[in-house]
């Protein structure tokens, strides 16, 4: 009797699971105009550049409000070549940016740098809501702060900065 009725209530689960399958529609993909604006607040004091904060707040065909990650450079990319992660509660979008224009001042005498980069950037996938996420954007990177000195005590360009604030603004397309 006890292998009939599991019987009976597997074949009962099955009839109930393709009924169940048919009966609902396929998840649409969405697809639409983005914006994302951030902050990203970085320390080079150590030697190291370290991220100490970030926000990324995005707008469109996906509301949200996450951070920015910045991940290291693959084998093979170019210099103006950067990664970055999307990092939201539903998942993580992979982004690729390309610096296709940038404009720098450094005050000698203190050392405080702006800049501003203009940059063409892809989705390449992701995690979560944005496993198979796909975009581009084109947007701008306004990062200023503050170099350290050389010994000779010009100001050190090619060290991470001691403290670093990157304004970030993207617009595009999103799909996921």
């Known amino acids: 009797m006890k292998s009939r009725v599991a019987g009976t209530l597997l074949a009962a689960g099955i009839a109930l699971g393709i009924c169940a399958a048919t009966a609902l529609p396929a998840a649409a993909a969405t697809s639409g105009s983005e914006t994302v604006n951030g902050r990203l607040v970085t320390s080079g004091v150590s030697g190291t ?3 100490i904060s970030s926000v990324a707040v995005a707008r ?6 996450g951070r920015i990650v910045e991940i290291p450079s693959q084998p093979g990319d170019p210099p103006n070549v950067s990664r970055d992660d ?5 998942g993580t979008m992979h982004l ?6 940038a404009s720098i001042t ?10 501003t980069l203009q940059e063409d950037s892809q989705i390449t996938g992701g ?5 198979h996420a796909s975009g581009t954007f084109t947007g701008t990177i306004s990062p200023q702060g503050l170099l350290p000195r050389n010994p000779d005590g010009s100001c050190a360009a090619d060290q991470p900065s001691l403290h670093e604030v990157d304004f970030v603004t993207f617009s595009g397309t999103l799909s996921f």
């Open 86 to 90: 999307l990092v939201y509660p539903v």
């Open 127 to 131: 995690t979560g809501l944005f496993a």
């Open 106 to 115: 450094v005050n000698p005498h203190n050392c405080l740098f702006r800049a």
């Open 96 to 101: 690729v940016n390309t610096t296709v224009g």
């Open 60 to 65: 469109g065909v996906f509301n949200g409000v």
């Open 49 to 51: 550049r370290t991220a």
